[in-house]
């Protein structure tokens, strides 16, 4: 078994379905866990902030080797 970090996002509280969302890295996991509930993307050289009632988070899981991974 191995250690990954599984991605979790909520929309209006209701969990979407991220069940294959694994990374072995929580930093990588982080970045796309900010990036979903912020929603920031660059537009020329402004930010913009557009996500309303997203929460994304990482969890930790076992998985069994073999597992296919996002990083």
């Known amino acids: ?7 979790i996002v909520l929309v209006d509280g209701e969990p979407e379905n991220t ?9 990588r996991c982080n970045y ?3 990036r979903i509930e912020r929603g920031i993307f660059v537009e020329g ?8 009632n997203v929460t994304a988070y990482c969890t930790p899981r076992m998985v069994p080797e073999g597992t296919v991974f996002w990083d």
Do not use: E
């Not at 078994?1 to 991605?7: K, N, Q, R, S």
């Not at 069940?19 to 930093?27: K, T, V, W």
């Not at 050289?45 to 309303?52: A, E, I, K, L, T």
């Open 45 to 52: 050289q402004r930010f913009r902030n557009s996500q309303v």
């Open 1 to 7: 078994m191995l250690m990954a970090f599984l991605l």
């Open 32 to 34: 796309f866990s900010d």
């Open 19 to 27: 069940a294959g969302m694994l990374f072995r890295d929580i930093n």
